[in-house]
T-cell receptor, first 113, second 117 residues
Framework: KQEVTQIPAALSVPEGENLVLNCSFT??????LQWFRQDPGKGLTSLLL?????REQTSGRLNASLDKSSGRSTLYIAASQPGDSATYLC????????????FGTGTRLTVIP | GAGVSQSPRYKVAKRGQDVALRCDPI?????LFWYQQALGQGPEFLTY????????KSGLPSDRFFAERPEGSVSTLKIQRTQQEDSAVYLC???????????????FGPGTRLTVL
């Protein structure tokens, strides 16, 4: 079974700092990888989707990279803002069947004004 | 609608009661997923529909869990004889069936928080 790990579990940074969130997965046979943010008591908001054939995706201040062979992805957040405070979840889609997502337990980010 | 909607948003049940959770996917989305998210954990896959066909139910934790999508749009997750360990947030997601790109992105609803007393 695919296992997804996110490090660190929690992170506090001062406003304006650049930061990197890490995600690793055990089975490199993935179809895609998706990064989400989850605010307390809310559902998941999709941030970036990377297909298995891609190396990175960018959206505004966010950049996600994928190294499929080593089973790693990173989410880079530039110039962090207090509004970025949330839990960030990494999820990988399996190659076969339903392509359902396997999630990590998330990184809880706090950006201090 | 503009996004995935779920109802109710919160449900409190006494142990042993049956509950039904509803999901309205994005209009035109063929694929629908149910996930269960325990407190402090990432979501875990329960079941998958393509149109009205339930193609994967390998994540359902017991035979007390049942899901349906009879007309290929709205889906209902039913839990019979609820137990305390069923307390969790139940998330629904939908996606277009596509070979690549945006078609493979899953869009999530706000979830239903179930508390079993």
């Amino acid at each position: 079974k695919q296992e997804v790990t996110q490090i660190p579990a929690a992170l506090s940074v001062p406003e304006g700092e650049n930061l990197v969130l890490n995600c690793s997965f055990t089975d490199s046979a993935i179809y895609n990888l998706q990064w989400f943010r989850q605010d307390p008591g809310k559902g998941l908001t999709s941030l970036l989707l990377i297909q298995s054939s891609q190396r990175e995706q960018t959206s505004g201040r966010l950049n996600a990279s994928l190294d499929k062979s080593s089973g790693r992805s990173t989410l880079y957040i530039a110039a962090s803002q207090p509004g970025d405070s949330a839990t960030y979840l990494c999820a990988v889609g399996g190659e076969t069947g339903a392509n359902n997502l396997f999630f990590g337990t998330g990184t809880r980010l706090t950006v201090i004004p | 609608g503009a996004g995935v909607s779920q109802s109710p948003r919160y449900k409190v049940a006494k142990r042993g009661q049956d509950v039904a959770l509803r999901c309205d996917p994005i209009s035109g989305h063929v694929s629908l997923f149910w996930y269960q998210q325990a407190l402090g954990q990432g979501p875990e896959f329960l079941t998958y529909f393509q149109n009205e066909a339930q193609l994967d139910k390998s994540g359902l934790p017991s035979d007390r869990f049942f899901a349906e999508r009879p007309e290929g749009s709205v889906s209902t997750l039913k839990i019979q004889r609820t137990q305390q360990e069923d307390s969790a947030v139940y998330l629904c997601a939908s996606k277009q069936v596509g070979a690549s790109g945006r078609g493979n992105e899953q869009f999530f609803g706000p979830g239903t928080r179930l508390t079993v007393l």
